[in-house]
């Protein structure tokens, strides 16, 4: 257990609709990342978060958004889904600002779009 | 120049054996690489890393071999067990402040018994 928790751990929606994705980081870990793992494009790093700020953007579309809030809980919105959003979302946590060192992932919510 | 290239895709090794995964990549900025182990149904786990400046590390049956000049790190695992059927990800990052990480494709490894 990586101590990382994510909710809800399978989620079925229709194209079109929205989801909110939620991730709890690590007990003092101050950096939350969110990946996209797709059998077609493998782990794609989408967005990091730091101490509520936005850190670093990777490969995320626009209609997919993220926050973190004050007490580090970060959510990651999906909206106008396509079939092709179907994927595993990771999300992971570290105590640092940067990439480079140890994130600790989450167990992942699957999201399929019907 | 933000590729990193992983290989084989899949590979069977017997029990006992050396596993062997290689990666390469372009960006010379790069400045970080830990490689990562995925069971199924669950999220990715760190195994080891590697900073450019050194050529080799190792945590037990895990080496990290880095070679700086032709932009390649490869992964050994000696004596192979089954539990160490997973697939595994290289990756790499840089330590800037809009620092973001790449990864490779992943490599399918079975031991088999």
């Known amino acids: 257990d990586s101590g990382v928790t994510q909710t809800p751990k399978h989620l079925i929606t229709a194209t079109g609709q929205r989801v909110t994705l939620r991730c709890s980081p690590r007990?003092?870990?101050?950096?939350v990342y969110w990946y996209q793992q797709s059998l077609d494009q493998g782990l794609q790093f989408l967005i990091q978060?730091?101490?509520?700020?936005?850190?670093a953007k990777g490969n995320i579309l626009e209609r997919f958004s993220a926050q973190q809030f004050p007490d580090l809980h970060s959510e990651l919105n999906l909206s106008s889904l396509e079939l092709g959003d179907s994927a595993l979302y990771f999300c992971?946590?570290?105590?640092?600002?940067?990439?480079?060192?140890?994130?600790?992932f989450g167990p992942g919510t699957r999201l399929t779009v019907l | 120049q933000q590729q990193v290239k992983q290989s084989p895709q899949s590979l069977i090794v017997q029990k006992g054996g050396i596993s062997i995964i290689n990666c390469a990549y372009e960006n010379t900025a790069f400045d970080y690489f830990p490689w990562y182990q995925q069971f199924p149904g669950k999220g990715p786990a760190l195994l080891i890393a590697?900073?450019?400046?050194?050529s080799e590390k190792k945590e037990g049956r895990f080496t990290i071999s880095f070679n700086k000049s032709a932009k390649q790190f490869s992964l050994h695992i000696m004596d192979s067990q089954p539990g160490d059927s997973a697939t595994y990800f290289c990756?790499?990052?840089?330590?800037?402040?809009?620092?973001?990480?790449?990864f490779g494709s992943g490599t399918r490894l079975s031991i088999r018994p």
């Open positions: 590697i900073r450019p400046d050194v």
């Open positions: 992971a946590s570290s105590a640092l600002g940067t990439v480079n060192n140890e994130q600790f």
């Open positions: 990756a790499a990052s840089m330590s800037s402040s809009a620092s973001k990480i790449i």
């Open positions: 007990s003092g870990d101050l950096s």
């Open positions: 978060y730091y101490n509520g700020e936005e850190r």
